[in-house]
């Protein structure tokens, strides 16, 4: 080839290179558009991932396996564990290791010694209940139990457990140690304070409806305020219900006429249910809204669980 050959193909040889540079550049603004174009019709989301990858982004397929979810253990409460142990405990005794008692005993708590008491000189529990428990370290347990006996006499004991780092196992690793109940707590003054009288239009509306809720004299709903949803008791365990007392939380309970519609106020109520084997004090907080001029029963409250809702 003639040198005059080669030099004009060299110097036609950048051209070249240039254009080549420049259609990559255009293919890669005409992908960049399409993928765009592609967001803005598949919606907002897409959108700005497209924004933020640009054309070169490879995207992963979405797996069809779920995604482990990793939760911590929850320690378990070994109370019915303890309870169940001093109840079997209470009820053994070494001169009768192999008793259905002794046996579940031991095999709570293989190092534990059976109680040894005297023939007849104790009666057995009537009943057994696990009344507090206490988280110590490494998975121990504190669970106090209370023993009570047919003459009234109520003893408690504490057991030692222990939990696995499941918190699905127990064992007792202690014998049980007898220690004084729990100290009677405090009782912040009542709300009510208000008396109702016995004879007022809002001590006639509860007792009409606790006739019905515990005694099944009449249907319920007809004393509800709209909205509300209670069952009675079912089937009606007393025969007759009587109000004795009705406390309000304010000085709209006692008014002499009903107050305006949508008034609202708390009461608290003590009736005295009457069955075939005798008589039973009951009391109860209940709601009560205005309507109409009469009062309904917007909810019916036991200790601190409130029954009755929104249909």
């Not at 110590?136 to 696995?164: H, I, K, M, N, S």
């Not at 609202?264 to 004090?281: N, Q, T």
């Amino acid at each position: 080839m003639s040198p005059g050959k080669q030099a004009s193909e060299s110097d036609a040889a950048p051209p070249v290179a240039a254009g080549a540079r420049l259609e990559k550049m255009r293919r890669r603004v005409r992908l960049s558009r399409l993928a765009l174009f592609t967001a803005i019709a598949a919606g907002p989301i897409a959108l700005g991932v497209a924004v933020m990858s640009g054309p070169t982004t490879v995207a992963a397929a979405p797996s069809d396996k779920p995604t482990a979810v990793r939760t911590a253990a929850t320690a378990a409460d070994p109370a019915g564990y303890a309870q169940v142990f001093v109840d079997a405990w209470l009820r053994s005794s070494t001169d009768d290791a192999n008793s259905a008692q002794a046996r579940l005993a031991q095999s709570l708590a293989p190092d534990v010694d059976l109680p040894d008491p005297v023939a007849s000189a104790q009666p057995k529990p009537a009943s057994v209940t696990a009344v507090r428990s206490a988280q110590r370290e490494d998975g121990e347990w504190a669970v106090t139990v209370a023993a009570q006996y047919a003459d009234g006499r109520l003893r408690y004991f504490v057991v030692p457990v222990t939990a696995d780092a499941s918190g699905a196992s127990f064992a007792v690793i202690g014998a049980p140690g007898a220690v004084a109940g729990p100290a009677r707590a405090g009782v912040a003054k009542s709300p009510y304070g208000v008396s109702v009288p016995s004879d007022g239009d809002l001590s006639l509306a509860v007792g009409e409806f606790f006739g019905a809720y515990l005694a099944g004299a009449g249907d319920v709903d007809r004393y509800l305020a709209p909205g509300v949803k209670l069952l009675p008791v079912s089937p009606a365990p007393y025969t007759a219900v009587t109000v004795q007392e009705v406390w309000g939380a304010d000085q709209a309970a006692a008014a002499e006429q009903v107050p305006a519609d949508g008034t609202r106020v708390r009461v608290r109520v003590a009736v005295e249910a009457v069955d075939d084997a005798g008589r039973w004090p009951l009391a109860y907080d209940i709601d009560l809204k205005a309507r109409s001029g009469r009062w309904e029963v917007a909810a019916l409250e036991s200790g601190t669980v409130r029954d009755g809702g929104a249909r």
